[in-house]
Each structure stands twice: as C-alpha cells, then as structure tokens.
C-alpha cells in the first residue's frame, strides 16, 4: 500500500511538472550532481562523497607544484573507467527529449561528465559551468589534447606531457577550487536564464556559487522555476513547484505525460 501510494504521488507530481512544460516555450534545464548519480557517477560534494575522503588539488597548487599536478593525473586516470563506462540515465534521455520537442533550449549544468550530450542534446545548446573531464586543454593557449594521449605519455614517463603547440601545462578542461569560472559559459548562461520562461533544476543542491545563483535569477526575470531534487535546497521556498524524488523516473514520467 505504501509503495502504492508513493507511486501516485509520483504520478501526480509528474502530471504537475509536464503541465508547466507544456505552457513553456523557451524553458532552461540546470543540472547537478544528482542526475549523474543514477548513472552510477559517485557524488564529490556530499558527505561520504570523494571530496570528503580526498582533499580536491587547488588550482594555484595544480599550476605550482609538478608534484600537486602528477596527482592530479593519477586520480584522473584512476576515475577513467567510470568516465567511460557510464551511460545516459532516463533522466538525461527525458532532457534529450524535451530539446527534440523545442521545449528546452539550453541545459546548464554543473557535471562534467558529458552524459548530456551522449544522450543527444547538441553541444552548442550545452553550457557547462564546470567544464568537461572527458578531453585536456592547455591553459595556456587552450590547445585541445585527449585524455588517451595523456595517459600513453603518463605511463611511460611518469607525467603528464607540456602543450605540444606552446610548451604549457597541461589540464582537464574542468574548473578545479580557486580556478576562474569559464566567463563564456557564464554569459551564455545569464543570457539563457534572462530570456527563459520556465528554469528546471534537476539534480543540484543549489549551494555551489556562483552556478547556484541562476535559478534565482531566472525566476526574478519572471520564469517559473521547478527544482526537482532528492534533498530539499535552499532554494526551495521561491519555486513554483517543489518535488522531492528521484530525478530520472520523474522526469520521464513527466515528458509521458505532455
């Protein structure tokens, strides 16, 4: 009976969501930590997550300290077979989904682990605040590199190789602690949330900053703003609509329902 009952409220908030993606025409996605988990991505932030067992390396210290950046690489390295094995998750496919069907016309997100566009939203309609794990860039003169490439030179000489263009270091194209947020990715995404009518947070615990901020943003510009997360935000109280599950399921069941 319970789990019955947990099926109907799921339902009905599903109902609720597609009524509000039905009346938006230019609606923006902002995605967190949460909807990667159900594909298996472990958690950084929360407690018990990796960043609580393993102190993230520091930009500055990255760029400093050749020690600090071989470390960088081993964890990488070590994390690869998760990067490469893990899916798109019924969450992201419901996205993929939405942007068929001109609802949605950006996703911000949070994750850098490209499962977005795996499962088929255009990179040019994604905005990733924190970068992408899945390729390197020199940071000197953003020189593209592969993560396969890096690894072949790390295992046969110890290190991670210098910008073959400009001699530079070499780094993941993520935002590590300390590092300047992207401010291309930053104005496309103030550009987004200012012309959006509907802002969905799917996943994110809303307590990042500055990516956090958008939401608000969004809402302040006069767009109705949902947070769908498993844990409640700060943000909960200026939403329109609040639903506490599980991301992949509900949003799916939503796009059913339009």
């Known amino acids: 009976m319970h789990e019955a009952l947990n099926t109907q409220t799921m339902t009905d908030q599903a109902v609720a969501l597609a009524g509000l993606l039905r009346q938006a025409r230019r609606a923006v996605v902002f995605t967190g930590a949460g909807i990667s988990t159900e594909s298996g991505i472990p958690d950084f932030r929360s407690p018990g997550g990796i960043w609580t067992r393993m102190m993230p390396i520091d ?13 960088s690489w081993r964890r990488r390295f070590e994390m690869e077979e998760t990067w490469t094995s893990v899916k798109p998750n019924e969450g992201h496919i419901a996205v993929a989904e939405l942007m068929r069907r001109g609802i949605v016309g950006h996703v911000i997100t949070q994750n850098i682990d490209a499962l977005h566009q795996a499962a088929g939203v255009p990179a040019n309609q994604m905005i990733e605040l924190h970068g992408n794990t899945s390729y390197a ?122």
């Open 59 to 71: 930009f500055a210290d990255y760029v400093a300290d050749p020690a600090a950046r071989k470390e």
């Open 137 to 258: 860039k020199c940071l000197d003169c953003e020189r593209r590199m592969e993560i396969a490439d890096i690894r072949a030179h790390f295992e046969a000489y110890d290190d991670a190789p210098a910008c073959p263009n400009c001699g530079g270091i070499i780094k993941t194209a993520t935002i590590s602690f300390g590092q300047a947020m992207p401010e291309g990715e930053m104005e496309r995404a103030e550009a987004a949330v200012a012309a959006c009518d509907l802002c969905l947070v799917a996943g994110s615990s809303l307590q990042v900053y500055p990516a956090a901020s958008f939401p608000l943003k969004a809402k302040r510009k006069g767009a109705a703003l949902v947070i769908l997360n498993r844990e409640a935000t700060p943000q909960d109280p200026y939403a329109d609509l609040v639903i506490h599950d599980e991301i992949g399921p509900v949003l799916s069941s939503a796009v059913k329902h339009l």
